[in-house]
């Protein structure tokens, strides 16, 4: 084969490899335009999403600020905002507040630690503005299984009634001297003061028989010698009884300011008030009862959630009976359910009643 033909050969076919790829090229463009289309498509979505994740950021900063350096991992909030309407809110057991709407802030006693919910004592509970009913069986509870639950405890079986007439009655059994309990029963009104300490004033006292208030005081003695309350947050002062409602409930501590206090026979009406009162945020899913988190970062089971956008509903669609020592079991037994900016729904199980709740003796108490 001659030089010339050889070189003939070797163009053609360098010719033959530039059509391919230039062949090859075209058929890859439009693969290329859509892998590019796909790649928009999906940042518009992700700045929509957080268009709308900065508007509710937004609303949180009204009565939650930022108050030091955002990250991935903290939203830089002192605190989680609280938002319940129409739910019988149990702190534990029946320990419980009918709520008809409140607004409130958890706050992290270790600052930029998030709010972890299984761990009570690691927040605090103060509450900016709302109505809220102490029913006369959770009155009862919180003496029963915390107040006057544990050992030596000269109160037992302790049942509240609440009169439309602004009255309180309290029933129970008392013993002075180890195992002898008399029946007793007090009645009498309760006045507010310093917007936390609940008074009760009975004008009757009876013990056993006798009806002891006319004869402590013809013998000058009052009932606060007779009987004590160790727990911290309640006692007996004269003949009165003080109820702290800052230190008298369950974990967590609480920061609470009563403007109003109201009583009838549905139980303890309290009006609450801060120096902030909150507009409701929109909720997660439109719903006559629930509980809503929004901003702040928190703790639920092992996830970490921050800015969050987190509301709680009744999985039968009726008013929530949340608790928040036994959140697990109805979270478990319910359903979970998410928006694509991350918001998240959880509809909870029936609350099913816990058999005991810790006692509210103080850590240097000597009782056991």
């Not at 409140?102 to 605090?124: N, Y």
């Amino acid at each position: 084969m001659t030089k010339k033909k050889i070189t003939g050969i070797a163009i053609v076919g360098l010719i033959v490899l530039c059509a391919g790829a230039v062949i090859a090229m075209k058929a890859a463009q439009p693969e290329a335009a859509e892998s590019a289309t796909i790649i928009t498509a999906k940042q518009a979505q992700l700045a929509s999403i957080e268009s709308y994740n900065e508007g509710q950021n937004s609303f949180s900063d009204s009565f939650n600020p930022i108050i030091r350096e955002r990250t991935l991992r903290d939203s830089g909030r002192k605190s989680v905002g609280l938002f319940i309407k129409n739910v019988y809110f149990r702190i534990v057991g029946d320990v419980a507040f009918d709520t008809t709407q409140l607004s409130a802030v958890l706050i992290p006693k270790t600052p930029g630690d998030p709010i972890v919910l299984d761990d009570p004592t690691s927040f605090i509970f103060h509450p900016l503005n709302g109505q809220v009913t102490l029913p006369p069986k959770a009155l009862s509870a919180l003496f029963n299984q915390y107040l006057t639950d544990y050992d030596d405890s000269q109160l037992r079986n302790i049942q509240a009634s609440t009169r439309d007439d602004g009255q309180l009655r309290v029933e129970g059994e008392a013993a002075k001297i180890p195992g002898v309990w008399l029946p007793f029963h007090m009645t009498g009104q309760v006045t507010l003061e310093q917007g936390h300490l609940f008074v009760y004033r009975p004008d009757e006292i009876k013990i056993g028989p006798m009806k002891a208030k006319g004869l402590l005081e013809a013998i000058n003695l009052e009932l606060s010698k007779l009987l004590q309350i160790e727990s911290e947050g309640a006692g007996f002062s004269g003949n009165n009884v003080v109820l702290d409602l800052n230190h008298a409930l369950p974990p967590p501590e609480q920061s609470v300011h009563v403007a109003n206090m109201q009583i009838d026979s549905a139980g303890v009406h309290l009006d609450i008030t801060s120096d902030r009162d909150p507009e409701f945020p929109d909720p997660v899913v439109k719903s006559d009862s629930y509980v809503m988190l929004q901003g702040g970062d928190i703790r639920i089971q092992r996830a970490v959630i921050t800015d969050a956008r987190l509301q709680l509903m009744a999985r039968d669609g009726g008013k929530l009976n949340a608790s928040l020592y036994n959140y697990r079991e109805q979270m478990v037994n319910g359903v979970l359910d998410a928006t694509p900016a991350g918001e998240i729904a959880i509809y909870l199980s029936d609350y099913v009643p816990v058999d005991y709740v810790g006692s509210a003796l103080p850590e240097d108490s000597d009782a056991s």
